[in-house]
């Protein structure tokens, strides 16, 4: 008997229109745990790194995390995995809602998409009935719209549909896909679902999961809702009010946006404006948001409530989540109003609310500058929202220009060249990152920023706090309940870690302090990836109800995997290297870690390069941020070693398959 998974994955070959149930090997989950994990080791096993992001080799795995579809609160997400056109490495992606568990429901814990459908289709899994059928009707129709047509055609309204729009079916390098209130946004992952001629994986399930221990297991789940309750009541003090209770940052309920809207960057990344947030603003912003916010809803099992269903007057309602709700206000120059007007136009088509106006942006600023004219925007709009609603159009059905900016700033600016690339600063590992751009070097944010291979918000941010307190009172108020730690020597770092001094960034914490925090927040939000935790619960907020303590516990008695602390970071590290090993043989390299240049704006070349060498050592990867054959070993990796050697990963001059073209020109070449 299988517990928390349900032993099957489903493959489909959409090339020949195959489709079969396949039992995966127990033995995997136990060295993988599942999500993130098993999906690593399925893309090293089968997509090499000849096989470039649009070749029918490519997979599109979706996979529910292992303990999807039991009662822990909050553990909802599907994690997508494929590789990125974008980035040209493993990209993986989360998206919450309720798709994860239904799949769960309907008796698979993967649907793994192979192959290229020569026609547009839908995929529609109802418990063991699984169909191929034309989505002809539906091409060019809207992600929320397509899903609503859908649930009539089939009559199945509780049927969950992850879709992509406009943006994936035209291989837009940062299109989505989207699904309930949530959507699964970086890496370019629904231009692969789009290359694979699939609009939308449909599924519903009526069937149970076994739980390996259940009373123990209800009465894990009960402590943390316990938990939940008891934080919603007690916030954090001291520190920001999206970072004082759980969940997502909760920026549907929170009306004070003085900190985003101060600190972040406006346009494309470059303009801090400082007063910005005034009494006027406030109420203005206020008043958007209440009269624009319907509803506040959660994802599947989970009672925080941090998405809303937002209504524009005229526009139908869509679900909104996040830091969505200011990347348009804020790239535009615009107005709360504009933003949530113009969100409802590109989740329809499908895009990444980070990227998206981040790449409009910058085509503006290059109309600005010279570098583009006139005649490359004919048509467009004279007033700056009209200009993002007409690029938006442009990029998603790539006419013009926006068949350049439809392969992201990177990319685009190498095709724009005429000195573009200076404007495509907000980069690493050619994806565009949030325009959070401080003065001083964070250490912690560096190496979080610089060697993570999720590349989003949540992977930056964790269960440490993100400054020091500025008063020893307030540092031990806050370590006295601080039972989520892996170790005591977190809380003395924090005691001692004071806002100015010796013992201030970037200095302080040192390296190897730095190393191991890195090391502890890398780890819970890889345990939430393969679990299918919502981060929001976990590995983001601080003092979170999931950590590193009682983990084990539920994979225990969830999943009837024995489970201790140190076998779980074991078993992380394990797939933590599995992720690198992917993108270390698609030639990613020491050099492709680092932030944008104008990041911070004080910079200590000497401290961050100490900073990447001690976390490799810590990680045991070489001075290339390779993994060496000893630690490969040690994880029982072996077969990575073996294919490295087998490529001249090792040598001086290794193989490094990048090349500097974008996906679409490599097909077309
Ligand atoms: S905390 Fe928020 S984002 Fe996370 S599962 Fe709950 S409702 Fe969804």
């Keep these: 008997m299988r517990y928390a998974e349900t032993g099957f994955n489903l493959e489909i070959d959409l090339t020949r229109g195959n489709i079969e149930r396949v039992e995966t090997d127990p033995r ?72 994860a568990p239904e799949l769960k429901y309907a008796g698979y814990d993967k649907v793994i998409l192979r192959g290229k459908s020569p026609n547009l ?39 969950q549909v992850a879709a992509i729009g406009l943006a994936g079916e035209n291989r837009v390098y940062f299109a989505s896909i989207e699904q309930g209130r949530s959507s699964a946004s970086r890496g370019g992952i629904g231009a692969v679902m789009g290359d694979k001629g699939v609009k939308a994986v449909v599924v519903r399930g009526t069937r149970d999961i076994n739980v390996a221990r259940p009373a123990e297991y209800m009465d894990l789940c009960n402590e943390v809702l316990q938990y939940i309750q ?16 759980l969940g997502s940052p909760q920026e549907m309920k929170v009306h004070d946006e003085k900190w985003h809207t101060e600190n972040f960057m406006w ?96 085509a503006l600023e290059l109309l600005e500058k010279g570098i583009l004219t006139d005649d490359d925007f004919p048509g467009m709009p004279a007033d700056n929202e009209g200009r993002f609603y007409w690029l938006l159009d442009r990029i998603v059905r790539r006419e013009g220009i926006g068949d350049v900016l439809a392969n992201g700033t990177y990319w685009a600016a190498k095709q724009i060249g005429k000195g573009a690339e200076e404007y495509a600063h907000n980069t690493i590992k050619k994806h565009e990152q949030l325009p959070l751009k401080l003065s001083m070097l964070n250490p912690i944010y560096f190496l979080m920023y610089s060697t993570g291979e999720k590349i989003n918000i949540t992977q930056i941010e964790g269960q440490f706090p993100q400054a020091p307190f500025l008063t020893m009172e307030e540092r031990e108020a806050f370590v006295k309940d601080w039972f989520h730690v892996p170790d005591d020597k977190f809380k003395q770092i924090f005691l001692d870690w004071e806002p100015r001094g010796e013992k201030s960034m970037p200095f302080y914490p040192t390296p190897e302090m730095c190393c191991d925090i ?47 602390e140190e076998k779980l970071t074991q078993a992380v590290r ?63 990796l072996d077969y990575v070693y073996e294919d490295f050697e087998k490529r001249g990963v090792y040598s001086e001059n290794g193989y490094t398959p990048e090349q500097e073209t974008s996906a679409g020109n490599e097909k077309e070449a």
């Design 121 to 159: 289709v839908y995929i529609w899994i109802n418990n063991d009935k699984v169909e191929i059928r034309d989505a002809s009707h539906l091409k060019g129709k809207g992600a929320v719209e397509t899903a609503e047509l859908i649930q009539q055609e089939l009559k199945e309204p509780r049927a």
């Design 574 to 636: 394990r797939y933590r290297t599995l992720v690198r090993a992917n993108n270390t043989r698609r030639g990613m390299r020491r050099k492709d870690e680092k932030p944008p240049a104008d990041h911070w704006k004080k910079r200590f070349p000497e401290l961050e390069e100490k900073l990447l060498d001690t976390y490799y050592q810590l990680k045991g990867w070489n001075k290339q941020g390779i993994p060496t054959k000893e630690t490969l070993h040690e994880l029982g």
């Design 518 to 564: 890195v090391d502890w927040q890398e780890r819970m939000h890889y345990i939430d990836d393969a679990l299918g935790m919502c981060a929001g619960l976990s590995s983001f907020p601080l003092k979170p109800p999931y950590h590193i303590h009682n983990y084990p516990k539920f994979i225990s008695a969830g999943a009837g995997i024995e489970m201790d």
């Design 230 to 245: 008891f934080r919603n009541e007690n916030p954090v003090p001291g520190v920001m009010p999206i970072l004082a209770g």
């Design 267 to 362: 346009g494309n990344s470059r303009v801090r404006r400082k007063d910005f947030w005034n009494d006027e603003i406030a109420k203005e912003w206020m008043e958007t948001l209440d009269s624009m916010r319907t509803r506040l809803i959660s994802c599947y099992n989970c009672p925080m409530t941090c998405g809303a269903t937002i209504s524009p007057p005229g526009l139908p309602t869509y679900m909104m989540k996040c830091f969505s709700k200011l990347t348009y206000t804020m790239a535009a120059f615009a107005d709360l109003e504009f933003g949530l007007g113009i969100a409802q136009s590109a989740t329809e088509y499908g895009v990444d609310g980070f990227s998206t106006p981040q790449v409009m942006a910058f």
């Design 28 to 99: 995997d989950t136990e060295l993988y745990l599942g999500g993130l994990g098993t999906n690593a080791k399925i893309l090293w096993d089968r997509v090499p790194p000849e096989v470039e992001p649009f070749s029918p080799d490519n997979l599109l795995i979706f996979s529910a995390g292992l303990l999807c579809g039991t009662p822990a609160t909050g553990c909802n997400r599907t994690i997508v995995s494929t590789i990125s056109p974008q980035t040209q490495l493993m990209a993986f992606s989360m998206m919450g809602g309720f798709w």
